[in-house]
Antibody, heavy 122, light 111 residues
Framework: EVQLLESGGRLVQPGGSLRLSCTAS????????MSWVRQAPGKGLEWVST????????SYADSVKGRFTISRDTSKNTLFLQMNSLRAEDTAIYYC???????????????WGQGTLVTVAS | QSVLTQPPSMSGAPGQWVTISCTGT?????????VHWYQQLPGTAPKLLIY???NRPSGVPVRFSGSKSGASASLAITGLQAEDEADYYC???????????FGGGTKLTVL
């Protein structure tokens, strides 16, 4: 059974940093691109970032480019999102999601974690 | 303002048929990129409902179907059930933005 478990969300001050993690199980982690998608309170879904299966390619939404960094550790089956220079508008539930094999940013999101809440406020 | 346009809300009685539209542009759906649909039940994570315009993942009831034409796509739900009350999102790829884009979501109410 595919499982994705996010962690690391918490209250952080504007301008602060945070690292989210997503631990994967039930599938060959190294065979899939992985993504982060967020959802602000009461709002819709917004794609944030995707990393290729091997980790050599990354892509970001304009809203986070230059501030967020996606990475992965295949040995630990874990996906990361390093978030710097956080703003109030980054407040959201952050979901990690698995992308089908052979896809990168043009793919879809097959499986989703339960999400972790990031709140940026003073 | 979402890149893909969906009606904010729709409703239908049990047993009825509803269609949710998703309108894009020549940079995304109109550029022949696939459309995917997600269902988000209250308080839960989104779940893949339709992928590549018309395909249902294993376990998704046949009551759900997708279609695409030109720069638009639709999600049809036949035989509405109370448990279909949820938010529905379409998603595609946009060449101008070089990334995935979502519709603003449609809140479906089963009367």
């Amino acid at each position: 059974e595919v499982q994705l478990l996010e962690s690391g969300g918490r209250l952080v001050q504007p301008g602060g940093s945070l690292r989210l993690s997503c631990t994967a199980s039930g599938f060959t982690f190294s065979a899939h691109a992985m993504s982060w998608v967020r959802q602000a309170p009461g709002k819709g879904l917004e794609w944030v970032s995707t990393i290729s299966d091997g980790g050599g390619r990354t892509s970001y939404a304009d809203s986070v480019k230059g501030r967020f960094t996606i990475s992965r550790d295949t040995s630990k089956n874990t996906l990361f999102l390093q978030m710097n220079s956080l703003r109030a508008e980054d407040t959201a539930i952050y979901y990690c999601a698995r992308v089908p094999i052979s896809f990168f940013v043009s793919g879809y999101f097959e499986y989703w974690g339960q999400g972790t809440l990031v709140t940026v406020a003073s | 303002q979402s890149v893909l346009t969906q009606p904010p809300s729709m409703s239908g009685a049990p047993g009825q048929w509803v269609t949710i539209s998703c309108t894009g542009t020549s940079s995304n759906i109109g550029a022949d990129y696939d459309v995917h649909w997600y269902q988000q039940l209250p308080g839960t994570a989104p779940k893949l409902l339709i992928y590549a315009n018309t395909n249902r993942p294993s376990g998704v009831p046949v009551r759900f179907s997708g279609s695409k034409s030109g720069a638009s796509a639709s999600l049809a739900i036949t035989g509405l059930q109370a448990e279909d009350e949820a938010d529905y999102y379409c998603q595609s790829y946009d060449t101008s933005l070089s990334g995935s884009v979502f519709g603003g979501g449609t809140k479906l109410t089963v009367l």
